[in-house]
């Protein structure tokens, strides 16, 4: 991958025809350490929200070595990328074939369910294996997070004392449980309700548990978005961990994605033409953008203009726009709005922030299009949950009175309470 100081430097070296999209492997440095430090317990990256190598081999040189994945691809990408490192499988429903193929060519031993059938497949596909780490999967009530989760997966709780009584049964391993609040938790009191909640399951199954993976869901920053600081959420699962019914030596594990990669990635986008407040790109929700069609989050967006050494980005008077993308679908739309300077053009410029999380992943080639070049840079991005010095997210005025304090936000508060617990 070439190099660059900012995106605009590629700008100014060419004229690229086909998106470009922008690796920052400092900003997942940084996010990398600082759960590292903050979090009580085990760092567990979800694959799915990142699969790209370079975040892989930049999470494991930066100390995180644990993933979850959810998948034989995603096993074999963090064996080729992180050699050596943790894998929980943490998928609540899979093939007996790719559960025998993770325990007995990877070596991975823990593995999430949610139903005595599922439970059992994975006992038969390992062959009664003893050594197992098994995580039950609840189904939690949760409010404040973007995406809700607790439709598809998690055993109700009042089955669950069943369930981690035969789960506990099963495996002279480790026993644990495992909840999600939901994608893009916008409430950290959300992780206390929910542990509340294992914790009466736990108690109401008179078992022990070892583990208590409370998942993922912290949050990113987005226009119109902007959670709370991220050590209140830390502070939060402490909390809610310190009430819990468990043991002295019972680890606590999260499973951060889009806290640990949203800020690390954006998307170069060529203006092909304008209709009115639509802009037609080169990009679109087939590719790097589901997001912005499909739940019409309106990420941060720069403007850059020109050829060479004349390119600059273009400021002034702004407006909003919104966004279609390349292909011949209907769908392939982004309502934003977009806040853009009113002058866009033809041949212009668009650079699309805070996509490193799901954008890459859920990218086509539908139509033919969606092919990506990828260009590493070392400038902040657009907003930051870790007090990296990004720009405002420019909303004008009127439309951010919900938005404070998007730019340059504090550094992290210092650290979250020690929990009573080893790690």
Known sequence: MHTYQKPLDLVRERSPERPVAFARPDAVAVAARWFQDKFEGDVFYAVKANPSPWVIETLAKNGVMAFDVASIPEIELVAAHAPGARMAFMHPVKSRKAIAQAYFDFGVKTFALDTHEELQ????????????TLMVRLAVVAEGASY???????????????????????????????????SQ?????????????????????????????????????????????????????????????????????????????????????????????????????YGSLFDAAHVKWPFPVKLYRGEGDAAHEVEGPLKPFRFYGPTC??????????????????GDYVEIGMLGAYGV????????????ETAVVHDAPMASMFGLAGRTIRVPRESQEDERKVVRLSRPKGRAGKSRRKR
């Open 361 to 372: 992943a859920m990218n086509t080639r539908f139509n033919g299009f969606g092919d990506a």
């Open 185 to 285: 938790c916008m409430r950290p009191t959300a992780y206390q309700a929910a542990m509340a909640q294992a914790s009466r399951a736990i108690v109401r199954a008179g078992v022990m548990v070892d583990i208590v993976d409370v998942g993922g869901g912290f949050p990113s920053i987005y226009p119109g978005m902007v959670p709370p600081d991220m050590v209140d959420y830390v502070d939060s699962i402490q909390r809610g961990f310190a009430d819990m019914m468990v043991h002295e030596e019972t680890e606590l594990w999260c499973e951060p994605g889009r806290a640990l990669v949203a800020e690390a990635s954006s998307i170069l986008t060529k203006v092909e033409l304008r209709k009115g407040e639509a802009l037609y790109l080169n990009d679109g929700s």
């Open 121 to 132: 497949k994975i006992l038969e596909a390992t062959k009664g294996a003893r050594d197992l």
């Open 148 to 182: 809700s989760l607790s439709g598809k997966f998690g055993v109700d709780l009042h089955e669950a004392p069943a369930l981690l009584l035969a789960a506990r049964a099963a495996t002279e391993g480790k026993m644990g449980v495992s909840f999600h609040v939901g």
């Open 329 to 346: 679908d209907s769908l392939d739309h982004m309502p934003g709005p977009f806040w853009l300077p009113e002058d866009i053009r033809e």
